[in-house]
């Protein structure tokens, strides 16, 4: 009988379904929903030290819906982190781990390029009682002027720096969140691997501009008349995202083995987890999907994947992650492998005909009429 539960970088999970950083974990009373829907673990909303600087806007979304107008296929969005005091949160962190002991709390930071911030806030978020980190190196608008986010991000060198501060405090697990508004994913992950970050998480939000309005003239959303690109996620960007991981697997496998990778990027249904499993991911992160259809998907989902598991007859989700990665190749290697295979049809030439029968090649010519 197939399970769901798993052990990644020390954290047992019922399932490899987590709560990705945004909105669905944004304070104590929605991260408590999670747990008790079945959730595996839940990444809280990005914090830092210093959230005065931190001021949403409304609107502050704009979704794609599909030709047809039923479903929601694209989401922007234009949300900073959280904007919630610093205290708070270690208030809220502390209460849901006396709730829920047994889960996995994961903490996502963010701060500026300076090693005192990064080295207090994992120490406090520590003494919180939370299972791990996720390092927010990866969002995609807002606050780029401090340097946050995906402005540090973009930079191996200066990314290196920080994870190398971060596990120098760190005593719990610590994933890096990778933007995708990058040429070579690898380059920045494997600058958070190289300075001993426990894993990766791959991928944030891509950099948009939704449309615009062709009776206003104005780009969407609009604020005031005017806007900011954001982040787009939702079904539109798992092509994208199944790209970035695989490459981000192939490299952990070859460079970094054992290191852990969590997968994000239009995730709704227990196949699309298989899907990025199968490329290499150890879990999978839910946001967007969490906001179209509830906390409650976390249980077709769990669902869809255990009869996938049943039907290939797979145990455990070890069985099977990375499965797939050996089928990728370089598109001359593929040119090859199709002529070999062409020129060893056209050796191998089937009798049309009673009167082609050969008593020399008897034995060949029935061996390629076979199956």
């Known amino acids: ?48 030290l210093d959230a005065s600087k931190v001021v949403n806007v409304t609107p502050r979304y704009a979704k794609l819906h599909s030709t047809d107008g039923k479903e929601i296929v694209g989401w922007e969005n234009i949300e900073l982190i959280s904007d919630r005091p610093f205290k708070i949160w270690e208030d809220e962190f502390k209460k849901c781990k006396d709730m829920f002991p047994d889960r996995a709390l994961i903490a996502s930071i963010m701060e500026e390029y300076r090693k005192e911030a990064w080295v207090e806030i994992v120490e406090r978020c520590e003494a919180c009682g939370v299972d791990g980190f996720e390092l927010n190196f990866s969002c995609p608008h807002g606050l780029p002027e401090r340097k946050m986010g995906a402005a540090m991000g973009e930079n191996p060198e200066i990314l290196e720096e920080v994870v190398g501060w971060v596990m120098g405090a760190a005593r719990k ?11 070579h994913i690898e380059d920045p992950s494997r600058a958070a691997l190289k300075a001993s970050a426990t894993g990766i998480s791959a991928i944030n939000t891509i950099r948009s501009v939704m449309g615009v309005n062709l009776e206003t003239l104005r780009p969407e959303p609009s604020v005031e008349g005017y806007t900011t690109p954001g982040g787009y996620s939702c079904r539109a960007v798992k092509p994208i995202a199944l790209r970035m991981v695989m490459e981000v697997a192939q490299m952990i496998r070859k460079e970094f083995p054992g290191r852990s990778l969590s997968a994000i990027g239009g995730i709704e249904t227990g196949n699309d987890a298989a899907e990025f499993i199968l490329l290499g991911a ?20 769990c669902e869809q994947l255990l009869a996938f598991m049943e039907k290939h007859k797979f145990e455990t989700i070890g069985n099977f992650k990375g499965k797939s990665l050996d089928y990728f190749t370089t598109h001359a290697d593929l040119v090859k492998r199709q002529s070999e295979r062409k020129a060893a049809q056209k050796a191998a030439k089937v009798v049309k005909s009673d009167g082609e029968w050969s008593g020399e090649e008897f034995v060949r010519q029935s061996e390629a009429l076979s199956r």
Request: aromatic letters at 8%; proline letters at 10%.
């Open 282 to 301: 150890d879990t999978v992160q839910v946001c967007t999907g969490v906001m179209k259809f509830g906390y409650e998907l976390v249980k077709p989902m």
């Open 1 to 48: 009988m197939p399970t769901l539960e798993t052990t990644v970088d020390g954290l047992k999970l019922p399932n490899p379904f987590i709560i990705a950083s945004g909105p669905p974990g944004t304070n104590l009373n929605v991260i408590v929903k999670a747990f008790r829907e079945g959730w595996g673990a839940v990444i809280a909303k990005t914090v830092s």
């Open 173 to 183: 697990p610590v994933w890096a969140k990778m933007t995708p508004n990058v040429t």
